[in-house]
């Protein structure tokens, strides 16, 4: 059955974009979400507001949800007035949150007794992705499902990879966001220790960029670095929540993993220093504090 009518809960930074986007490509659109007046703020695009994930599930094709963590997603889930209280069969389940491999296997098996399947299909890109609809999806499903998943897919992001069963893409997802904190800790780290010592920190970006292991990502964080522009684009206390579900990941794979343990502790001491809701680009300023310098301070603009 093709999927007209989508439903979608958790209007976050990310949320509240990949609905707009579905609105725009012409999807008819019921959104629900905790927080009501973050669902309000899209009816002016023709979006139905549900008051309950049950409601939502009532009417539509396809539920999506985008939500912040493990308990968010079994509550809109699996809460009393969930979507698996009115899900029907024939409905697809699409779960974009990053939360738990146990948790995506646990829906697959709860709504599959109702004849709904689900994708788990966490995604990379942040606020900017989710807002140009250029979002990487990492998916875990049947080839039947993703294929009727596809227009949604198109919908939000740009390149979509199959990673395998239900549960893939989560595991996928978990691996390289903790490639993006360690990316983001040594550039940062590398532009104290330059800037500290003396030495312009651009020359350090630049230097970088000419090399092998340039990135996109470090032009845009570099730039956000000397500028000071910490908006969020990705939370803090989302990153050691997706750090944290890794290590536990990783432990019961019994594979090490040293330098996703550092960094769940480096992010510790940004949430301790009351930075949790802040970007991830300012886990650096606490270092900052410590060693009494500022990334760029006294170098010539
Ligand atoms: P945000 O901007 O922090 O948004 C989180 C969303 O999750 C937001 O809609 C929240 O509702 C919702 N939320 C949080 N806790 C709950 C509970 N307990 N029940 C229902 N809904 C809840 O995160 P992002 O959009 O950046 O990221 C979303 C996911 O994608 C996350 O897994 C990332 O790691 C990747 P609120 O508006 O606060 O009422």
């Known amino acids: 059955m093709r999927i007209r009518h989508v439903g979608f809960l958790g209007l976050g930074l990310m949320g509240s974009r990949m609905a707009r986007n579905l609105a725009a490509k012409g999807f008819e659109v019921t959104v629900w979400n905790r927080t009501r007046a973050r669902a309000e703020a899209l009816a002016p695009l023709g979006v139905r507001v549900a008051s309950t994930p049950a409601e939502v599930a009532r009417d539509v094709d396809a539920l999506c949800t985008c939500v912040a963590d493990v308990p968010a997603l079994r509550e809109v889930a699996l809460g009393a007035s ?17 939360v738990s491999v146990p948790l995506v296997r646990e829906l697959g098996a709860a709504f599959g007794e109702k004849g709904v399947e689900v994708i788990d299909a966490p995604v990379t890109g942040s606020k900017n992705g989710a807002e140009k609809g250029t979002l990487v999806i990492m998916a875990g499903g049947s080839d039947a499902a993703l294929a009727r998943a596809e227009p949604v897919f198109k919908a939000v992001g740009e390149k979509v990879v199959h990673c395998g069963p239900l549960g893939a893409g989560t595991q996928v997802k978990l691996a390289g966001n903790s490639l993006i904190a360690a990316m983001l800790q040594a550039f940062s780290e590398g532009l104290l ?13 630049e230097v970088v960029q000419a ?30 929540k997706d750090l944290s579900l ?35 680009g300012a886990v650096i300023t606490t270092f900052e504090e410590l060693c009494g310098h500022r990334i760029g301070q006294g170098t010539k603009g």
């Not at 969930?82 to 990053?98: E, K, N, V």
């Not at 003396?198 to 350090?204: K, S």
């Not at 964080?221 to 684009?233: I, Y």
């Open 193 to 205: 220790l330059t800037s500290k010592a003396g030495v312009d920190p651009r020359r350090f970006i």
């Open 211 to 240: 090399s092998g292991f340039r990135s996109p990502y470090f032009d845009f964080k570099g730039k956000a670095l000397l500028e000071r522009d910490f908006s969020t684009h990705f939370e803090v206390d989302l990153m050691h």
């Open 246 to 280: 890794l290590l536990e990941n990783a432990a019961t794979h019994r594979v090490p993993t040293p330098t996703a343990a550092s960094l769940r502790e480096t992010y510790a001491l940004a949430r301790a220093a009351g930075k949790g809701q802040a970007d991830i």
């Open 82 to 98: 969930g979507l698996l209280s009115t899900a029907r069969a024939g409905q697809l389940f699409i779960d974009f949150s990053t």
